[in-house]
């Protein structure tokens, strides 16, 4: 079994920065992705950006150019850097992992709003 515990979620203001990081830890094998999903009220989960075993990246075309991700393999540890942030990039972040099978974090909140 596969745990991931989240951190880095809050209130910020249009234009902010937050950065959220998630870590995985338990039955820890061969990791072939980490990554963020997000959801808003209302909203289907969507694909934030996602981190590949061979360190391809993908992102969100609605967060290219603000948002980073980037991974630590050493610590088993996903970062996600958020720049110039948006009221539209208000939600609950997921952490999301796949080693064979997919696994989902608790969710963290991120509010951009002044």
């Known amino acids: 079994q596969v745990r991931l515990v989240e951190s880095g979620g809050g209130l910020v203001q249009p234009g902010g920065s937050l950065r959220l990081s998630c870590t995985a830890s338990?039955?820890?094998?061969?990791?072939?992705?980490m990554g963020w999903y997000r959801q808003a009220p209302g909203e289907q989960r969507e694909l934030v950006a996602l981190?590949?075993?061979?360190?391809?990246?993908v992102y969100a075309d609605s967060v290219k150019g603000r948002f980073t991700i980037f991974r630590d393999n050493v610590k088993n540890t996903v970062y996600l850097q958020m720049n110039s942030l948006k009221p539209e990039d208000t939600a609950v972040y997921y952490c999301?992992?796949?080693?064979?099978?997919?696994?989902w974090g608790q969710g963290t909140q991120v509010t951009v709003s002044s």
């Open positions: 999301y992992l796949r080693q064979n099978v997919n696994y």
């Open positions: 981190i590949n075993i061979g360190r391809s990246m």
């Open positions: 338990g039955s820890i094998f061969t990791i072939s992705a």
